[in-house]
């Protein structure tokens, strides 16, 4: 058999099992990057005079309007359209992961003009410090400058549905349900702001461990229908994470400081709501029933 793990331009799904079905741009781009909080960190960094009451190395004299840091754990900024995720992702709390969605208008060179975009660092650089410097949170010019090394990717996705199998051949992960990233199950209109967290890794990830579970039955099925076993089991999981996804995406920015203010509020809610909910990882799809 043949496997198509080759993502959104996969060349499997494009030359072999679905031809017709086209990826397309989603209006908006990721960029992130890491900021070390070490001592060293930050030597050559700008010097902002705003931002220099709250550089710290430890990152703990970035605060909040009302005195208490911006980061615990993992902070999420909003400002008009665009949003920005700060969060430690390891034990020692000295490095930083930084992420932001903004719309970029698409370009119109696809290959050679995202490509040209992306190795730009001193212009990806430019452009987060010049949307998220100043306001409330001067602090965060001084986070954006610690960080040297940005990455930058326009967000494609596939229409819902699709071919997944044929023949021999079998799609998986974001070469058969790449959907926009970012993509808690949160409806939250702030949280059509998030940058990427991993799902899409985790849910292609899942997509290998329940094929693996299927084909357990390689002995006495065939391969057309250990592929329509696969798709038994996973295509309502993945039409219901794109619905989801969809909601939350498409959601509208609240504009405006009150309205701002109301969401925020609306948002600790919800969240509180959907920790009394399954966590969607948290099941094992080893355990799945195969169909009969």
């Known amino acids: 058999m043949v496997l198509g793990c080759d ?11 679905d031809p017709a079905r086209e990826k397309h741009y989603s209006g908006k781009c990721n960029t992130y990057g890491y900021v070390s909080l070490s001592d ?33 754990d993992t902070s999420l900024v909003t ?29 119109s060179d696809a290959r ?15 452009k ?13 010019g001084s986070i954006i400058d610690r ?22 051949a079998l799609l998986l992960g974001d070469a058969a349900h790449a959907r926009k990233k ?33 084909l357990t039955r390689r002995a006495t099925r065939t391969i057309p229908q250990l592929f329509a076993d696969y798709e038994t089991l996973r295509r309502a999981d993945i039409e219901q994470t794109y619905r989801d996804t969809m909601a939350r995406w498409n959601a509208p920015v609240p504009n405006g400081w009150l309205n701002g203010v109301v969401m925020e509020w609306l948002t600790w809610g919800f969240i509180k709501f959907m920790n009394y909910r399954h966590d969607y990882f948290g099941r094992d799809v080893r355990k799945r029933e195969l169909p009969a």
């Open 182 to 214: 970012g993509q808690t199950p949160l409806t939250s209109p702030l949280f059509s702001q998030m940058p990427p967290q991993g799902e899409g890794t985790g849910i292609a990830i899942e997509d290998g461990v329940l094929l693996a579970h299927v």
């Open 79 to 107: 400002r008009a359209n665009d949003g920005l995720l700060l969060t430690y992702f390891e034990p020692s709390r000295t490095q930083l992961f930084i992420a932001a969605v903004n719309p970029v208008p698409e370009n």
């Open 112 to 126: 050679e003009g995202w490509a040209a975009q992306g190795a730009d660092k001193a212009g990806i650089k430019r």
């Open 128 to 140: 987060m410090r010049d949307t998220f410097s100043g306001g409330a949170l001067p602090c965060l």
């Open 40 to 72: 060293d960190a930050g030597d050559d960094a700008d010097d902002d005079a705003d931002d220099d009451a709250d550089d710290d190395a430890d990152g703990h004299a970035w605060l909040r309007p009302d005195g208490r840091p911006l980061i615990t």
């Open 7 to 17: 993502g959104i331009h996969s060349q499997v799904r494009g030359l072999v099992v």
């Open 147 to 168: 960080c040297d090394e940005w990455f930058f990717f326009p967000v494609y996705m596939l229409p819902p549905g699709g071919t997944w199998a044929k023949g021999r």
